[in-house]
C-alpha cells in the first residue's frame, strides 16, 4: 500500500502541474483584460501600466506562470484583482463556508433521499415500485438545478411566501437552495444504488442466504450493503468536495455568498489570480477525495490488499 499511495500521490501533483498550467494559459488567453473601457475595472493609460507593473503582468507569460508557480507552492495564490485588500487565500477562506454549509446540507440530503429510494426499487425490482423510482430518477436527474432553483423561488417566495427567495440568514434561507441543488443529485444516487445492491443480490451467498430463512431486511443488511459498499463510495464520495466548494448556479440565483458566486465573479472580471486560486484549490479537493476513496477500498475489501500485495 505504500508504493501504491506514492504513486498516487505523485500523480496528483503532475495532475495539479498540468491544470495549472492549462488554466493559466486559458486566463491569458481568454479575449478580454481586466481593465480598459468596456472592462469592470476601468484604467487610464498611465494607470494600466502601473497596474500590470504592480501584479507582473508586465513580463513574460512563461516568467508569470514560473513566479505564480512557486508562490502558490508556499500557498500564495496572490491578491485578487477587484479585492486587493484581501488574498486569494483569505477570500477563499471567507466564502468557503457558505458553500460548505449549503453543498454539505444538500449532499447530506441528497445521499439519504436517492439510498432510500435506491434500496426501495433493489428490494421491490421489477415491480411497479421499482418502475416508479426508476422513472422518478431519470427525469430529476435531467432536470437542471438552476431550472428547479427558479421554479422553487417563484412558487414558495414569490407565489406563496413561505420562505425567502436568497440572501443569507436563518435556517429558513437554507430550504430552497438545499432542495433546489440536492434533488437533481438524488437520481444519479437512486440509481446507482439499486444498480450495486441488484448486482450483489444476484450473488450466489445472497441466494444462500435466503435458502438458510433469513429474511430480506436481514440479507440486505447483513450481507448486501457491506459487499454494494465498495461501488456506491466511488459514486458518492467525490459529490462532498464537488458540492461543497460551491454550485455557481444555486449561488448565483439565490444570492448566496459563496465560492461559486465568487468565481462566476471572477471569470466576468478577467481576475487572473482568483480564477487560478478557486480552480487549483477544487481541483485538490477533488483529487484528495478520490485518494481518500482509493485507500478506503483496502479498509473495506481484504481483496484489494491482497492484490496489490502480489
Same mark, same amino acid.
Given at each position: ?184 443529485? %438524488? ?12 448486482? %450483489? ?110
Amino acid at each position: 500500500m505504500i508504493s501504491y499511495t506514492v504513486k498516487r500521490l505523485f500523480g496528483i501533483l503532475v495532475t495539479l502541474l498540468l491544470l495549472s498550467i492549462l488554466t493559466f494559459a486559458l486566463t491569458r488567453l481568454v479575449p478580454g483584460t481586466p481593465w480598459g473601457a468596456n472592462a469592470q475595472i476601468p484604467l487610464s493609460a498611465e494607470q494600466e501600466a502601473i497596474f500590470r507593473q504592480r501584479y507582473g503582468l508586465d513580463r513574460p507569460v512563461i516568467e508569470q506562470y514560473l513566479v505564480w508557480l512557486r508562490n502558490a507552492v508556499l500557498l500564495d495564490f496572490g491578491r485578487p484583482f477587484t479585492a486587493p485588500e484581501l488574498s486569494v487565500t483569505e477570500l477563499i477562506g471567507k466564502a468557503l463556508p457558505y458553500s460548505v454549509i449549503v453543498g454539505g446540507i444538500a449532499c447530506l440530503f441528497a445521499l439519504a433521499i436517492g439510498v432510500i429510494l435506491g434500496m426501495v426499487a433493489a428490494a421491490a425490482r421489477n415491480s411497479w415500485l421499482d418502475n416508479l423510482v426508476t422513472s422518478y430518477a431519470v427525469i430529476i436527474a435531467a432536470v437542471p438545478s438552476f431550472v428547479l432553483a427558479y421554479i422553487l423561488a417563484y412558487f414558495f417566495a414569490a407565489q406563496w411566501r413561505l420562505l425567502p427567495s436568497g440572501g443569507w440568514g436563518g435556517p429558513q434561507h437554507l430550504v430552497l437552495p438545499v432542495i433546489a441543488y440536492g434533488l437533481p443529485v %438524488t437520481g444519479g444516487v437512486a440509481r446507482w444504488t439499486r444498480q450495486c445492491l441488484v448486482d %450483489t443480490m444476484s450473488s450466489d451467498y445472497v441466494r444462500t442466504a435466503y435458502a438458510k430463512g433469513l429474511r430480506q431486511v436481514a440479507v440486505i443488511a447483513r450481507h448486501v450493503l457491506r459487499n454494494a459498499l465498495i461501488p456506491m463510495i466511488t459514486s458518492f464520495l467525490p459529490l462532498f468536495p464537488g458540492m461543497m466548494t460551491g454550485s455557481i448556479f444555486i449561488e448565483v440565483v439565490f444570492g448566496l455568498p459563496g465560492l461559486g458566486r465568487y468565481f462566476v465573479q471572477s471569470s466576468s472580471n478577467r481576475d487572473y489570480p482568483l480564477v487560478l486560486g478557486i480552480t487549483i484549490f477544487w481541483a485538490v479537493l477533488i483529487m484528495l477525495t478520490y485518494f481518500i476513496t482509493d485507500v478506503l477500498y483496502g479498509i473495506i475489501d481484504p481483496r484489494v490488499r491482497i492484490t496489490e500485495r502480489k
